[in-house]
């Protein structure tokens, strides 16, 4: 016992965080030892820390160091890490719990109402939210940050800090959005269209008891848009946002509608630009504003192999994806003709393979290089891309784009927390939350590794990723 008070009094000592909650006594120590320590906000000669013992009492870190320096407390469960790798937990900076990823759940996009209507898909997705939680921390996912739903997603949120399986969340309400989808709309819709500065200064007060994460703005571009006018509702937005101290996340795929968004005050990206070479100026923009970038790269994709029928789930996904959507994934096969939406059946029709996303790619290396901060994050929910093993699409795009393994992971970790706005996030260093993936090979060699986690931790507590979806078959 004088060993543990020693330890958590040596650690309080250099950090402030542990003076406000200091581990009781009867915390569970915890001791991985001898595992290769990740540590993505290094370079690359830095990042991999062999040999080391990481301490972990109650939800916390306390100690990291050389495994033959390193002392572990009396009575500590140990985990072996030799031949491992232990990274801090991953962070999905984009997903909408209110979709679930299948065929059903964008009625706006490809209308299958008269197959599986709406309201018995939302009532899915509300009534699965402990799988999806699960099939999260399964793939190694410890914090996902919702940007966009119902004002139901705060309950989400209350849902997950709860529960005891599921990553943190972090979340928004509805989107302050430039575009109508009526078809969404059961009573509290996750797209509200707002034509003005005032509506959109009212909807983010509707937002603000909630204690939103973010602020989020749809800035959908239409033909013969007045763009100046809704650069205006934009900017009256992050201004409301900001006098509230919420950050400021924008739907931009276009380059002038991207750099609109940027002047108006936007944090966070929420997708890279699509359609346009990114310029000089949108990196400055992205500067001047402290900007970070989400740049989604399988999501639009995701959609044309769902809709085309060709969506075939990745060995990551077979193993820790939600069973029931996947399953689901190949509806239609069995969907008779007449109830295929047209935008489905002309998919089906052309049979084409979803191009490569040469822009974006080219766009991510660039931002990379101009040292602007990526966040890897997925948009799973929307149709295609499933809540959980996406990121390992979404990672594998990523360095395909040309980063390397190291800057995915600090996409998804180091970058990740700031995304999320939680400083004791995504490192492990003592002091920080004990959420971490003990791997069985090197992230730092292949980044498909990344999908090999044999333990998943999150505040301390150990997930074996196979029993967690296990129990949700
Ligand atoms: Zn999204």
Same mark, same amino acid.
């Given at each position: 016992?004088?060993?543990?008070?020693?330890?958590?009094?040596?650690?309080?000592?250099?950090?402030?965080?542990?003076?406000?909650?200091?581990?009781?006594?009867?915390?569970?120590?915890?001791?991985?030892?001898?595992?290769?320590?990740?540590?993505?906000?290094?370079?690359?000669?830095?990042? +991999?820390?062999?040999?080391?013992?990481?301490?972990?009492?109650g939800?916390?870190?306390?100690?990291?160091?050389?495994?033959?320096t390193?002392?572990?407390? !009396?009575?500590?469960e140990?985990?072996?890490?030799?031949?491992?790798?232990l990274?801090?937990?991953?962070?999905d900076?984009?997903?909408?719990?209110?979709?679930?990823?299948?065929?059903?759940?964008? %009625?706006?996009?490809?209308?299958?109402?008269?197959?599986?209507p709406?309201?018995?898909?939302?009532?899915?997705?509300?009534?699965?939210?402990?799988?999806?939680?699960?099939?999260?921390?399964?793939? /190694?996912?410890?914090?996902?940050?919702?940007?966009? /739903?119902?004002?139901?997603?705060f309950?989400?949120r209350?849902?997950?800090?709860?529960?005891?399986?599921?990553?943190?969340? +972090?979340?928004?309400? @509805?989107?302050?959005?430039?575009?109508?989808r009526?078809?969404?709309?059961?009573?509290?819709?996750?797209i509200?269209?707002?034509?003005?500065?005032?509506?959109?200064?009212?909807?983010?007060?509707r937002?603000m008891?909630?204690? @939103?994460?973010?602020?989020?703005v749809?800035?959908v571009?239409?033909p013969?848009?007045?763009?100046?006018?809704?650069?205006?509702?934009?900017k009256?937005?992050?201004?409301?946002?900001?006098a509230?101290?919420?950050?400021?996340?924008?739907?931009?795929?276009?380059?002038?509608?991207?750099?609109?968004?940027?002047?108006?005050?936007?944090?966070?990206?929420?997708?890279?630009?699509f359609?346009? @070479?990114?310029?000089?100026?949108?990196?400055?923009?992205?500067?001047?504003?402290?900007?970070?970038l989400?740049?989604?790269?399988?999501?639009?994709?995701?959609?044309?192999?769902?809709?085309?029928?060709?969506?075939?789930?990745?060995?990551?996904?077979?193993?820790? +994806?939600?069973?029931?959507?996947?399953?689901?994934?190949?509806?239609?096969?069995?969907?008779?003709?007449?109830?295929i939406?047209?935008?489905?059946?002309?998919?089906?029709?052309?049979?084409?393979?979803? %191009?490569?996303?040469?822009?974006?790619?080219?766009?991510?290396?660039?931002?990379?290089?101009a040292?602007?901060p990526?966040?890897?994050?997925?948009?799973?929910?929307?149709?295609?891309?499933?809540?959980?093993?996406?990121?390992?699409?979404?990672?594998a795009?990523m360095? !395909?784009?040309?980063?390397?393994?190291?800057?995915? #992971?600090r996409?998804?970790?180091?970058?990740?927390?700031?995304?999320?706005?939680?400083?004791?996030?995504?490192?492990? +260093?003592?002091g920080?939350?004990?959420?971490?993936?003990? #791997?069985?090979?090197?992230?730092l060699?292949?980044?498909?590794?990344?999908?090999?986690?044999?333990?998943?931790?999150?505040?301390?507590?150990?997930y074996?990723?196979?029993? #967690?979806?296990?129990?949700?078959?």
């Amino acid at each position: 016992m004088r060993i543990y008070l020693s330890l958590s009094i040596a650690a309080c000592t250099l950090l402030a965080a542990c003076a406000h909650t200091p581990p009781s006594d009867d915390a569970r120590t915890l001791a991985i030892v001898g595992a290769t320590v990740v540590r993505p906000e290094l370079d690359a000669a830095h990042a +991999a820390v062999p040999d080391t013992t990481v301490v972990i009492r109650g939800e916390r870190i306390i100690a990291v160091g050389p495994s033959a320096t390193t002392k572990i407390p !009396d009575g500590a469960e140990r985990i072996d890490g030799k031949g491992r790798w232990l990274i801090p937990g991953m962070i999905d900076g984009h997903v909408h719990f209110f979709q679930s990823g299948n065929l059903y759940t964008r %009625p706006d996009v490809a209308d299958f109402n008269s197959t599986v209507p709406y309201a018995q898909e939302v009532a899915r997705n509300k009534s699965r939210l402990a799988a999806t939680f699960k099939v999260w921390l399964a793939s /190694g996912v410890t914090s996902v940050i919702d940007v966009g /739903g119902p004002f139901w997603n705060f309950d989400v949120r209350n849902a997950a800090n709860n529960s005891s399986a599921a990553p943190r969340v +972090a979340t928004t309400g @509805p989107l302050i959005s430039m575009v109508a989808r009526p078809q969404l709309d059961l009573g509290d819709p996750p797209i509200v269209k707002i034509e003005s500065a005032e509506a959109a200064r009212a909807l983010v007060a509707r937002e603000m008891p909630h204690k @939103p994460d973010f602020i989020k703005v749809w800035f959908v571009r239409e033909p013969n848009d007045d763009l100046a006018k809704k650069e205006a509702i934009v900017k009256a937005t992050a201004d409301a946002a900001h006098a509230a101290h919420v950050r400021l996340a924008v739907h931009a795929t276009e380059l002038d509608t991207a750099k609109a968004a940027l002047r108006a005050g936007a944090d966070y990206l929420v997708h890279s630009v699509f359609e346009d @070479p990114i310029d000089d100026e949108f990196i400055e923009l992205m500067r001047k504003n402290h900007a970070l970038l989400c740049p989604t790269l399988f999501v639009t994709n995701g959609y044309r192999w769902a809709l085309s029928n060709q969506w075939q789930a990745t060995p990551e996904e077979q193993r820790l +994806a939600d069973p029931q959507i996947l399953v689901a994934m190949h509806d239609l096969e069995r969907i008779p003709k007449d109830k295929i939406p047209a935008r489905a059946a002309k998919l089906m029709a052309d049979h084409k393979t979803p %191009p490569v996303p040469t822009v974006s790619l080219q766009n991510l290396k660039k931002l990379e290089d101009a040292g602007i901060p990526i966040v890897m994050g997925t948009d799973a929910g929307n149709i295609g891309t499933l809540h959980g093993p996406s990121v390992f699409r979404e990672m594998a795009l990523m360095h !395909d784009a040309g980063l390397t393994p190291l800057q995915i #992971l600090r996409s998804a970790t180091t970058n990740g927390a700031r995304a999320f706005g939680n400083p004791d996030l995504g490192a492990i +260093a003592p002091g920080k939350l004990a959420d971490l993936i003990l #791997l069985d090979a090197d992230p730092l060699s292949d980044v498909a590794n990344l999908s090999h986690a044999e333990r998943v931790i999150k505040g301390g507590v150990v997930y074996d990723p196979k029993s #967690l979806i296990d129990s949700i078959r």
